[in-house]
């Protein structure tokens, strides 16, 4: 989440000095982007049009350009244009999200084996949370969640374990958004789902998307902070170890993580219960 990696401007600069430096066509194309990753179905460019306050003819060519560049396709299903992959695959380019996968990954596989479970990593974005990898379960049967599906912090268990364990200043600042972006009822939820976290030191709850699973989330530290959340949507089966050594398992699978990072600190916080 980059609520503490805001962009500081100094008391000198002026509100008229910042806005000297403004890139209306830049801007545009990036309202566009941002409008389409907001929304969970396609748009029109007459949507867009809409929902922007800009005419049609002014963001033709701009969406043309997206288009042609890959940032933005026509949909599989339905009308309107919707996001391709490849502003999170630029993402995922950046070294410390290799660090994290390239630590990661080879643990995943262990876990996903010694488990009979699926799971997958899950890092913030602004008031969202996006799965940027996942391991299959072995076998021929299994649950898991596609890497690139996003949700709203305060409504997944990956947004839960990131917030739980941040430092105070850092969850304060997380706070102040986050709160803002839900109702009375939903933060409650969220903020008693956060208490048993930091209890206990991992997330357990039951899927609010899929009946049978209970998600098990718990931290990936480096550098003092919480970077990732490792989850597996438990499904009990035959051949599944029981819920509480699957946590014990993915518990350790995290420390293993956190340690190759260096947050060897932050984890010894988080024992194994």
Same mark, same amino acid.
């Given at each position: 989440m980059n609520l503490h990696h805001n962009l500081r401007v100094d008391d000198k600069d002026t509100e008229a000095t910042v806005l000297k430096?403004?890139?209306?066509?830049?801007?545009?194309?990036?309202?566009v982007l941002e409008l389409l990753a907001a929304h969970k179905r396609p748009l029109t460019l007459s949507q867009i049009s809409a929902h922007l306050d800009r005419s049609v003819s002014e963001l033709f060519r701009m969406v043309q350009v997206l288009e042609n560049r890959g940032y933005v396709a026509p949909a599989l299903r339905g009308d309107g244009l919707e996001l391709t992959n490849k502003l999170f695959s630029l993402g995922m380019s950046r070294g410390p999200s290799q660090n994290l996968l390239a630590s990661a990954l080879p643990i995943m596989q262990a876990l996903s084996e010694a488990t009979h479970q699926s799971c997958h990593i899950a890092i913030a974005s602004?008031?969202?949370?996006? #799965? !940027? &990898?996942?391991?299959?379960? $072995?076998?021929?049967?299994?649950?898991?969640?596609?890497?690139g599906h996003q949700a709203k912090v305060v409504q997944s268990t990956s947004g839960v374990t990131l917030y739980s364990f941040q430092p105070p200043k850092i969850k304060e600042a997380w706070r102040a958004q986050l709160q803002g972006d839900a109702d009375a009822q939903t933060w409650q939820s969220f903020d008693d789902?956060?208490?048993?976290?930091?209890?206990?030191?991992?997330v357990q709850r039951r899927s609010d998307f899929t009946d049978g699973i209970t998600d098990i989330s718990c931290p990936i530290f480096s550098d003092g902070? #919480? !970077? &990732?959340?490792?989850?597996? $949507?438990?499904i009990r089966s035959l051949d599944s170890l029981s819920l509480e050594e699957t946590?014990?398992?993915?518990?350790?699978?995290?420390?293993?993580?956190?340690?190759?990072?260096?947050?060897?600190?932050s984890v010894e916080r988080v024992s194994i219960r």
């Open positions: 430096y403004r890139a209306p066509a830049l801007e545009k194309g990036l309202d602004d008031n969202h949370i996006v #799965v !940027i &990898a996942r391991v299959e379960a $072995p076998g021929d049967l299994g649950f898991s969640v596609r890497v789902l956060c208490q048993f976290a930091q209890k206990n030191g991992y902070m #919480v !970077i &990732a959340a490792m989850t597996i $949507p438990y946590t014990q398992r993915l518990q350790t699978a995290v420390q293993n993580v956190s340690k190759s990072l260096g947050g060897i600190e």
